[in-house]
């Protein structure tokens, strides 16, 4: 078994023998039921829904009412129920991911080929409910209003056709809505799904890593934030329009039938929008994409204003730092609104496409003197008026899938960066806590620089020798400490040939200027920088306490407590 899940998240069992189909999908195949009259006692009303609670959101319906009869708390609240929640989802992505750099390596390596595993399943659902919706409401619902139409124009008296008639149309009407329903139902559940998954997976890299020299914090931010809200809008939008070329093939066959040639007049200005609103899509994601590249240069330089207001302060720095975010937001606002004009006109454009399509038909089928009745005309706009509400969400799957293209780049970026070998090792004195002998350091990552273990454990053995015959003192603790110069290579050394030892019951002091290296000498010491040359040692894994104050986002008993039990007598 993989992880403590509500479901083994591969497809093997605990015996290692492969899954069958029921097995792996018994809880989604039993939401086919139609009612489950037990399912409102269950901790979890969504797991345990039937198919109409589940399309309708009526599990939601106990949980509104006592909102309404009581305040919901964090306490009162329906637990997270297990298929929602980040371990199980992050399990099967990295499983999933694993495997595919595992079989093409994490170059070629393709995170929407992963995302497309994890959810293809429930996209497949969605487009059956979306192909019975366009059964229900482009078919049945033409043709049932077509023979309306011509019921009331014939001269019988038969009422019975004329109510089975409207009762017809009724339930097709009604089967229509619920498996619209349905689809928003399965896209909404797929949708969070894969936004928990890929931003845990993300998250957890992130923190695996000692420093951010990969990323920048603005950057990480704007990922964590944006990127994974870009990946939950595709989940939800980009399955709709996949019955766009079935819903043009229906209409156009059945229009044919009942209009004649001039039907395809109005098809083919629908045709011509189509490719209209995905460039305009496009267009609207190019500009969101280079406002994102700003977003991130704006949170990093808020990130670091915040952090150094008081050296700020202290140089009376504030106008030009204002001015200087005040000029990168201007230019992220600008991006912004060329793309909320693309978009708005993008939108506006379906209504107008039904406008010049109808328009258009029915003139050229009245210039060429053909026989029009009003069951035909009220028949080919209902079917107009369903391809204009399906085409409608074009602009908003082609604009999410765009973006989500950006952010699986910016994702697979930190899923495939790795983690630089940790330099420090052990010392051979066991008297030594930490260790450093002609040690330099840089912030940066130099591909080239390699470290030699001949030549590391040479330096150690002859610093060694050299503490032994000089006496530890304080003063004779720091050798050499030097600026950021330049060292050989391409990378700048924030330190440069550092040598001191720190003796088991020593308590030692580093005082300085500001920016004379302490901070970086903290970082060298646990493992943040990238080591050039000579040897960095401590015994064992040294704490770390930071001066800067830092609070949960919690009540004042949980940050005294440290998640600490409360003790009354105390």
């Known amino acids: 078994m993989l992880g403590e899940g509500p479901y083994l998240i591969s497809d093997l069992d605990r015996r290692g023998r492969r899954r069958s189909f ?24 969504i797991d345990d829904a039937g198919l109409l ?10 949980m509104m009412c006592q ?7 964090v306490d009162t609240l329906p637990p997270l129920s297990p298929y929602d929640s980040s371990d199980t989802n992050v399990k099967r992505f990295r499983i999933l991911w694993d495997q595919e750099v595992k079989r093409v390596g994490p170059e070629k390596a393709s995170l929407g080929r992963v ?5 293809r399943t429930r996209v497949l659902m969605d487009i059956v409910a979306n192909i019975l919706c366009i059964v229900m409401g482009a078919v049945l619902h033409t043709v049932l209003i077509h023979q309306i139409l011509q019921h009331t124009e014939s001269t019988s008296r038969d009422v019975s056709a004329g109510i089975g008639l409207c009762v017809t149309l009724f339930a097709t009407e009604f089967t229509k809505v619920f498996f619209w329903s349905l689809a928003w139902a399965i896209n909404y559940r797929m949708a969070i799904w894969l936004k928990v998954a890929v931003s845990t997976l993300v998250f957890e890299n992130l923190v695996s890593f000692k420093t951010l020299a990969q990323i920048s914090v603005g950057e990480a931010l704007n990922i964590l934030s944006n990127d994974s809200n870009s990946l939950f809008e595709a989940a939800l939008f980009c399955p709709l329009p996949s019955t766009i070329p079935i ?10 039938f009942i209009l004649g040639p001039t039907a395809l007049i109005g098809i083919s200005v629908y045709a011509i929008f189509i490719p209209i609103q995905m460039f305009m899509a496009k267009l609207s994601s190019a500009f969101r994409r280079s406002a994102i590249s700003v977003t991130d240069k704006r949170v990093q330089t808020m990130n670091e ?12 720095w504030e106008k030009s730092f204002t001015k200087n975010i005040r000029d990168i937001r201007q230019r992220e606002r600008k991006l912004l609104e060329k793309a909320g004009f693309v978009q708005s006109g993008n939108s506006a454009l379906a209504p107008i496409a039904s406008t010049i399509a109808t328009v258009l038909t029915f003139s050229c089928h009245i210039l060429l003197r053909r026989k029009l009745s009003a069951s035909v005309v009220f028949s080919v706009i209902a079917m107009f008026n369903v391809m204009k509400f399906s085409i409608a969400i074009l602009p908003f799957s082609v604009k999410a899938m765009s973006e989500a293209s950006v952010s699986l780049r910016r994702m697979k970026k930190i899923l495939v960066a790795k983690s630089p070998p940790s330099y420090i090792t052990q010392p051979e004195d066991p008297d030594t806590v930490l260790l450093l002998a002609n ?12 470290s030699d273990p001949e030549k590391v454990e040479t330096q150690k053995r002859h610093f060694f020798k050299k503490q032994r015959l000089e006496a530890y003192s304080p003063s004779s603790s720091a050798q050499e400490v030097a600026g950021p110069e330049q060292h050989g290579g391409s990378c700048k050394p924030v330190l440069h040939n550092i040598s001191f030892a720190v003796r088991k019951g020593k308590i030692p002091g580093i005082c300085g200027n500001v920016g004379s290296g302490k901070s970086s000498l903290i970082a060298a010491l646990l493992g943040q920088t990238q080591l050039q040359q000579g040897v960095v040692a401590a015994s064992g894994t040294p704490p770390f306490v930071s001066q800067r104050a830092w609070i949960f986002h919690r009540n004042v008993t949980e940050n005294t407590l440290f998640v600490e039990k409360y003790d009354h007598h105390r």
């Open 439 to 450: 040690a330099t350091l840089t912030w940066e990552q130099e591909a080239s620089t390699k």
């Open 247 to 256: 819903l043009m093939a229906v209409c156009a066959v059945y229009a044919f």
């Open 22 to 45: 029921v097995e792996r999908y018994d809880p989604s195949l039993k939401t086919m039921i139609p009612v489950r009259p037990y399912a409102r006692l269950a901790p979890n009303p």
């Open 305 to 316: 204003f915040v952090t150094c207001i008081k050296l700020i302060k202290m140089y009376a």
């Open 115 to 119: 995302v497309w595993i994890f959810q």
């Open 53 to 62: 609670s589940f399309a309708t959101f009526s599990w939601l319906t106990p």
């Open 67 to 73: 909102s309404y009869k009581h305040t919901l708390t």
